[in-house]
């Protein structure tokens, strides 16, 4: 978190980023070495949270890890090889106060049984599931061969 005075630009040194040397605040020092990185790394667009948002989803996280998720692959043994198939989504007593994200590498799933689909940039598609006393399983709309 930056604060108030980080944003100051009158009385600092000129600084060299990227090649463009001006006087910059410590958060447009931060905000350009790091978004270059990140975007040297990653497509994903930059997604900035209000205080009181932020501290929500600490919360949920910690919810989240209170429910000991757990996520079981199925397999299908072929003449191709190995291949998981599906995935079946559980916690203590199958039962979440928040939803519980799964990644999805490259593929979609045959139905979402109430789950929420999200996608970040060019990141792989996550689920978010929502159980309500029963665990739920999902099967890959393309198998991933191991």
Known sequence: MFHQANLR???VLPTTINGVTK????????????GAELVGLVNWPFISYKLDDLVQIFRDRMTLD?????????????????SI??????????????????TIPGGTVTGL????VEMVGNDPMTIWVTLTGTPKTFTL????LL
């Open 66 to 82: 209170n429910c000991n998720p757990t996520t079981q692959l199925l397999y299908t043994i072929s003449a191709e090889g190995t």
């Open 141 to 144: 709309s393309s198998p991933i």
């Open 23 to 34: 006087q910059r605040s410590l958060y447009q020092m931060w905000a350009e070495t790091i």
């Open 85 to 102: 198939t599906g995935f079946t989504v559980g916690a203590n007593g199958n039962t979440c106060a928040v939803p519980i994200p799964v």
């Open 113 to 116: 049984q109430g789950s929420r």
């Open 9 to 11: 630009v009158a009385d």
